[in-house]
């Protein structure tokens, strides 16, 4: 008998499956940070940060976490923690510089060196294609606005999986397509700073429509036999019984979260979504649907917080009076459970994994030591969460926590910390937080309880 309530890391493993996989994520621009070394090219995130105002504390990633330059200790520092895998991303500048076109194998050596390192470590390799940092030769010629990208896209995806495919437990093609549309082309926040929910949209489309196109193409040229995508699902609920509220929700999740999983496994967009968008609606060729719905293998769910919505104004999470992180976002463990219950019965979904999950608490070092005690037990009571849809037999195979090191944080630069690993971005000296010593702890204690078998599927299971 377990102790539902017990969330010591020993308690917690044994509400697992043995085959089921933990590790910590990252993306290529918020650490590597070498932004002109060895051939790489500009990406849109460096154009973005040199735009005055656009990143909060005028931050940018020449320099980063410099985990181009440390990569065999900070290897050396995911093997530490006893982790299953790594989820990393390629900046697609650094491997081409022009975005199509002749290769920099300067570039593609360094991601050479980190697959090959984390296999030496023991260590498995989940690799994502793009997390945002396109090139801005790209950008230059319409970015993902055009159809042409998504070609570009498919040829990139090819040469990655042809070459590194083999030896990756999963490759991600996009991570949170929903970011790069709305916040980089219709709010304008985030790189490439444009304002058009007509671009916007059309943008959803050809993100989604190359992530299909991709799946096919890597499929016909074997290699990773793991291939999917990754969305940013918040859990969604209405702010009262009242139907005003209820449709207002229907209406987030339609926008939010349908867009994304009705066309990649239903093979349509909400209705309601393209009659509201009238002449903004997308350009959307036949056929497109069916290669966004490709069979997919995993569906990566990035979970932080949920979304209460109220008729009076769409978005307003602020008043329930729950905890909020530095980002100002609630948290609210219980909705990963309602999200991944609601995934598996909607969706049917392939594995979901959870690819990330964390928060932004800004602690100091002390004698060495960083006593994160809010970030310790938000992941506890995320990953019991997790452990919680697991026994309503939701099949989740993985849980990555957001993120190895802090890093820089999008508009917010460098003052929001999500790492398990503090970083001194003045002599870049990395210092292991209480959470990276308590991840360290429940892996010691998965490792001892590896023997439970792994959830498997049924027919039936999950209605
Ligand atoms: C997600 C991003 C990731 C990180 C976290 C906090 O939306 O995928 O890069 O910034 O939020």
């Known amino acids: 008998m377990t102790n539902a309530q017990d969330f010591s890391p020993s308690v917690l493993a044994t509400r697992f499956p043995s085959g089921f996989q933990w590790g910590v994520a990252t993306s ?154 709305h916040l980089g082309h219709e709010w304008g926040t985030f790189a490439p700073g444009i304002r058009s929910r007509q671009i916007c949209m059309q943008v959803t489309h050809h993100l989604l429509l190359s992530h299909g196109l991709a799946v096919q193409a890597m499929r016909a040229d074997g290699g990773c036999k793991n291939l999917g995508i990754v969305l940013n699902l918040g859990h969604v609920e209405p702010a009262s019984d009242s139907p005003e509220d209820i449709k207002a929700a229907d209406h987030g999740c339609a926008w939010g979260r349908r867009w994304y999983l009705d066309s990649l496994f239903k093979g349509q967009y909400p209705k309601e979504v393209i009659e509201e968008l009238g002449a903004e609606a997308p350009t959307i060729l036949d056929g497109d649907l069916k290669a966004i719905s490709s069979p997919i293998d995993h569906l990566g769910v990035n979970y932080y917080t949920r979304s209460v919505f109220r008729a ?68 506890k009571d995320h990953v019991a969460a997790v452990a919680a849809a697991l026994e309503r037999n939701v099949p989740v195979a993985g849980y990555m926590v957001w993120s190895l090191m802090d890093n820089f944080e999008w508009a917010s630069g460098y003052s929001k910390r999500f790492g398990i690993v503090h970083v001194d971005y003045t002599t870049l000296k990395r210092t292991l937080k209480d959470s990276a010593l308590w991840v360290r702890d429940l892996m010691q204690a998965v490792t001892s309880m590896r023997q439970k078998p792994m959830l498997v599927r049924s027919a039936g299971q999950g209605d």
């Open 28 to 181: 290529s621009f918020q650490i590597e940070g070498a932004a002109n070394e060895d051939g790489k090219g500009e990406s849109i995130w460096d154009r973005f940060c040199a735009r005055p105002g656009a990143i909060a504390d005028s931050g940018n990633g020449d320099i980063a976490c410099d985990h181009y330059h440390r990569l065999d200790s900070d290897l050396d520092l995911i093997a530490s923690l006893g982790l299953d895998i790594y989820r990393f991303s390629i900046s697609w500048p650094r491997v081409q510089p022009q975005g199509h076109g002749a290769w920099n194998e300067r570039g593609l050596d360094f991601y050479e060196r980190l697959v090959d390192g984390l296999l030496k470590r023991d260590v498995q390799a989940c690799l994502t294609l793009n997390h945002w940092d396109l090139p801005q030769a790209l950008q230059e010629k319409g970015g993902w606005n055009k159809r042409d990208t998504v070609h570009h896209f498919v040829e990139y995806a090819q040469t990655i999986n042809r070459r590194f495919g083999s030896r990756l437990k999963m490759l991600t093609t996009h991570n949170e397509p929903w970011v790069i549309a």
């Open 312 to 379: 009076s104004s769409p978005f307003d999470v602020k008043t329930s009076g729950l905890p909020l992180t530095d980002m100002g976002w609630e948290i609210y463990p219980r909705g990963l459970t309602e999200l991944l219950c609601w995934l598996d019965r909607e969706y049917k979904a392939p594995a979901l994994w959870i690819t990330e999950n964390g928060v932004a608490f800004d602690d100091p070092v002390q004698d060495e030591r960083v006593h994160d005690s809010r970030r310790v037990a938000y992941l």
